[in-house]
């Protein structure tokens, strides 16, 4: 299966000449920890625009990438048809066709940055050693535990690596 996540690391290769790892806890850790350099930074011949389009691809923030292929569809073809009709890529808003085929509410975390901080230092010691380790989030009823553990799987791509949380309630 073919998925967006595929496009991405097509794209981001091809235009930055940089290979994402076939590691996969590699791919979790520059995931988490690393912001793509722009690729119109590493080859000065990729329209800024274009380089903006595959950013958006990598985003960390699910909602703020492509919600379907249809949307980067579109914005590839205006790609095209400006390099067509101008030989060069003018700045436009990415994603003005890309509507999500499904209802989802917009969901972000908020006043969790030091403790997000803190599970995510503690992942990337983690990957530096190389050895498995458990950390233990507690704290009374409805504070947002769980919250925070689903923020983090979702923001850091964390579901390739064993995730267990209990409930004590």
């Known amino acids: ?27 979790i850790h520059s995931h988490i920890a690393k912001q793509p350099i722009l690729p119109c930074e590493v080859n000065s011949s990729i ?11 990598l985003s960390k923030m699910a909602e703020e ?11 590839l073809q205006h790609c095209k048809e400006q390099l067509k009709e101008k030989n060069t ?21 908020i ?13 990337e010691q983690m990957m530096e050693q190389g050895k498995p380790a458990v950390t233990a989030v507690t704290g009374a009823p409805g504070v947002g535990k769980s919250a ?3 923020e983090i799987q979702t923001t850091a791509a964390l579901p390739l690596c064993p995730v ?6």
């Open 148 to 150: 925070l553990i689903n």
């Open 111 to 123: 006043g969790r940055e030091e403790e997000m901080n803190e599970l995510i230092l503690g992942f």
């Open 164 to 169: 267990a949380y209990a409930d004590s309630t």
């Open 47 to 57: 329209p800024g625009p274009l380089s903006d389009l595959v950013m958006k691809l």
């Open 65 to 75: 990438r492509y919600q379907n292929a249809f949307g980067v569809m579109a914005d």
């Open 89 to 109: 890529v003018l700045p436009f808003p990415l994603g003005s066709n890309d509507v999500s085929l499904k209802f989802n509410l917009p969901y972000k975390l």
């Open 1 to 27: 299966m073919f998925t967006l996540l595929h496009i991405n690391k097509v794209l981001y290769s091809l235009g930055s000449g940089r290979f994402i790892s076939d590691d996969p806890m590699e791919i």
